[in-house]
């Protein structure tokens, strides 16, 4: 059974908020050794919402050169001002990037017409492959299944989405009303815990940010897919399903996922972009009551 995990990378930034290239590179490296299928840079994990577009070019650029096509790269070029989205987008789809995911617009609810006019003229302008990204706690609002049908059918660049929602009748949705007539889309839950009904259901996997932490052991669940390993598969579900409790430490839990990161030895700082609040020592000693607790070492 088809199955894949990509990962949502974390961005990595020194003290002074520069951009921590090195550890990125460590992380992005330990992602691909640990069997990864492939990396998001700059979905929400990345914090790409307080980086200016200078500092983005210069980091989709380093993912692109350092992950060098040993497994597929996407950008994440979200942009309230559709033409830098468009320009971000078609600039590091030359630079070498394999596709581009894009969230729906926010801050305003959009329906679907807008949707459908907003991802047509994306489609249209957009040298390349891409994806869209579903994210109605962020949006305010959620991306119709018969508008995702449509923009597929319409056009051969858009290549799947990832719907990041919680509970799954929407994702359900997307694949009955997709899959059928557009069987090479990719659908992709973004929870980990989703993994396996998205799977089940025909969908394609997750990109999703537990990965960032346990490479190894969302690799181990995709191989577990792909050789009917039902002993694997349990395994894989009831270890995400106690990892999941690290999202629920802090909020937002970005620094919690670098801190988790940085306990397991593969990066040295786990700084955010300001105002979220640095991970303590309390956050320490749960995240290693939850590796305990998950058998993470």
Not at 9 to 34: H, K, W
Not at 133 to 160: H, R
Request: hydrophobic content about 40%.
């Amino acid at each position: 059974m088809n199955a894949a995990f990509l990962t949502p990378a974390v961005t990595l930034f020194n003290q002074d908020g520069s951009l921590d290239l090195e550890s990125q590179g460590r992380l992005y490296n330990n992602l691909i050794d640990n069997g990864i299928d492939g990396i998001l840079v700059q979905g929400s994990s990345s914090e790409f919402f307080a980086l200016n577009l200078e500092t983005r070019m210069k980091l989709a650029k380093f993912a692109i050169d350092t992950i060098d096509h040993r497994v597929k790269v996407l950008v994440g070029t979200s942009n309230m001002v559709s033409t830098e989205a468009i320009e971000f987008s078609n600039t590091v789809l030359e630079e070498g990037a394999d596709a581009v995911v894009i969230l729906p617009p926010y801050y305003f609810t959009f329906g679907p017409e807008a949707l459908l006019q907003y991802y047509d003229y994306m489609a249209r302008n957009i040298k390349g492959d891409f994806y869209i990204y579903n994210f109605p706690a962020i949006t305010g609002y959620t991306v119709p299944a018969d508008i995702v049908l449509k923009i597929a059918t319409m056009y051969p660049n858009f290549k799947g989405i990832k719907d990041t929602v919680k509970e799954m009748e929407h994702t359900l949705d997307l694949i009955r009303t997709i899959k059928e007539q557009v069987p090479d889309f990719e659908i992709y839950s973004g929870y980990d815990n989703n993994f396996t009904q998205n799977v089940l259901a025909g969908g394609s996997g997750c990109i999703s940010a537990l990965s960032n932490v346990v490479p190894e052991v969302c690799s181990a669940w995709v191989k577990a897919f792909r050789e009917n390993d039902i002993e694997g598969l349990a395994k894989g579900q009831q270890t995400i399903n106690k990892l999941m409790a690290l999202y629920d430490l802090r909020n937002p839990f970005l620094p919690i996922l670098k801190e988790a990161i940085k306990l397991r030895g593969v990066i040295s700082s786990s700084a955010c972009t300001f105002p979220m609040p640095p991970a303590n020592l309390e956050d320490d000693a749960n995240i290693m009551r939850i590796f305990r607790e998950a058998g993470i070492k």
